[in-house]
């Protein structure tokens, strides 16, 4: 149970272990770190915040004065830094990505490694995997779905890269994809400003699928085709 609450806080940000590995290993100037830096800072008034919320509540019940007015500004306060604390944990993800995706450096950072971690699991990946082969079957059954639950119109264009969406696939819900890969198919996935999947550019789209399937191929494969 000690061993899950460590884990907990520190995934959360509420220790300040992630931050000092990063600044050790990476700097005090490097995204990470500034990011880990905020996410601790967030996390600790939120959990202040909440603590506050519980103690004002307890002061409603047992009838104090001024209980409930102390009560709604805590709760106010508390969802504030509740909803910034999540938007940071989003960013510490986002700029671990931007470590594997470029290379192994800062694998050592403990939260650069839990990433890894997350996104080498069969779950994550098969849930790339449907979503992209969901995007395909809206490409393909456009005109029977309401105007208004479909997805950005340049999605349709997977109609005439389908080969090259199955190609990613496969390649993702295969026993050691790159990581490298897997990262570059979630931004393809859920960047709705420069993903060449709401673009509308057919060729832009062919190519944009072709180089995730070659960064998706793993080290072992590289190496058998090479032996070959």
Known sequence: MTSLLK?????????SADKRAAERLLGHR??????????????????V???????????????????SLVAVAAAIVGAAFVLGWSITLHMVRERAQDLIAISDE?????????ERRRLGSRKER?????????????ATRWTRIDPRS????GVRCLLLARREARDVTMLVRGEAPSLRGVVA????????????????????????????AALLESDESRRAQRAA
Not at 7 to 15: F, S, V
Not at 126 to 138: F, I, N, P, T
């Open 30 to 47: 490097h995204k990470l770190t500034r990011a880990l830096a905020t996410e601790h800072s967030l996390a600790v008034q939120s959990l």
């Open 150 to 153: 479909r997805p950005p119109i």
């Open 126 to 138: 098969e849930r790339l995997a449907k979503s992209l082969e969901g995007y395909v079957r809206d």
């Open 106 to 114: 800062g694998v050592l950072v403990p939260v650069v490694a839990r």
């Open 185 to 212: 198919l979630l931004r393809f996935l859920t960047d709705g400003q420069h993903s060449s999947l709401f673009a509308g550019d057919v060729p832009r789209l062919r190519w944009e699928l072709a180089r995730i």
């Open 49 to 67: 915040a909440v603590i506050a919320v519980v103690v004002s509540g307890i002061g409603v019940v047992l009838g104090v004065g001024g209980a």
């Open 7 to 15: 884990h907990a806080a520190r995934t959360t940000g509420l220790t």
